[in-house]
């Protein structure tokens, strides 16, 4: 029904920069928030950031906010994840997902979810 696919990752040397793009597919319609989560090895999938088509209001996790950056097209549900002084810590599978609602996007289960992009990054 909805596809997302990611693109943008790559191995890359700390303090670099890299950019995640997710374009979602198929019956858009209902998608109003879109973000990133990733999933390091051993650790829990986490929320990096989401934008909203509704109100233009945005998020970026507190563990990011001050590298990453995250903005969408205005007439395409497109999103992309701007990541500028890469560390070793941000190597993860990143996985872009979408929903009617922040928490529905959030939700594993219910949300649409892309396949994922391996960003790694070396000391």
């Known amino acids: 029904q909805v596809q997302l696919v990611e693109s943008g990752g790559g191995s890359v040397q700390a303090g670099d920069s890299l950019r995640l793009s997710c374009a979602a597919s198929?019956?858009?319609?209902?998608?109003?928030?879109m973000g990133w989560f990733r999933q390091a090895p051993g650790k829990e999938r986490e929320l990096v950031a989401w934008?909203?088509?509704?109100?233009?209001?945005?998020y970026v996790a507190n563990s990011v906010k001050d590298r990453f950056a995250i903005s969408k097209e205005t007439a395409q549900r497109i999103v992309y994840l701007q990541m500028n002084n890469v560390k070793p810590e941000d190597t993860a599978v990143y996985y872009c997902?979408?929903?009617?609602?922040?928490?529905?996007?959030?939700?594993?289960?219910?949300?649409?979810w892309g396949q994922g992009t391996q960003v790694t990054v070396s000391s």
């Open positions: 997902a979408a929903g009617t609602t922040v928490q529905g996007m959030s939700d594993v289960k219910s949300g649409n």
């Open positions: 934008a909203s088509w509704i109100g233009g209001s945005e």
């Open positions: 198929g019956y858009t319609g209902s998608l109003f928030v």
